[in-house]
């Protein structure tokens, strides 16, 4: 079965707040199961949690500049804090 990549926003930062999601340009591409994985935190320490999903989240954006789909008047998010 095929889940696709879902638009996985990041839970430190960025807006995030109760019931309001992080802002649109923090996101990562992640498949279901990933994105999953991510939130729920079951098997990682937040800290791992959040690494992995800078880390999806620095590659999603470098993919999107590369195929000229990043918007020019977005700022590049790179410096968002990791609480």
Not at 20 to 30: C, G, S, T, V, Y
Request: glycine residues 8%; contains cysteine; aromatic residues 6%.
């Amino acid at each position: 079965m095929d889940n696709g990549v879902q638009a996985a926003h990041s839970n430190w930062g960025g807006g995030k707040g109760k019931a309001i999601k992080a802002d649109d340009n923090l996101i990562a591409a992640l498949c279901l199961k990933c994105h999953y994985d991510i939130d729920q935190g079951k098997d990682m320490t937040k800290e791992e949690r959040q690494k992995k999903w800078a880390e999806a989240h620095i590659g999603t954006v470098l993919t999107l500049c590369h195929q000229n789909k990043w918007p020019m008047e977005v700022p590049l998010p790179f410096t968002v804090e990791l609480e």
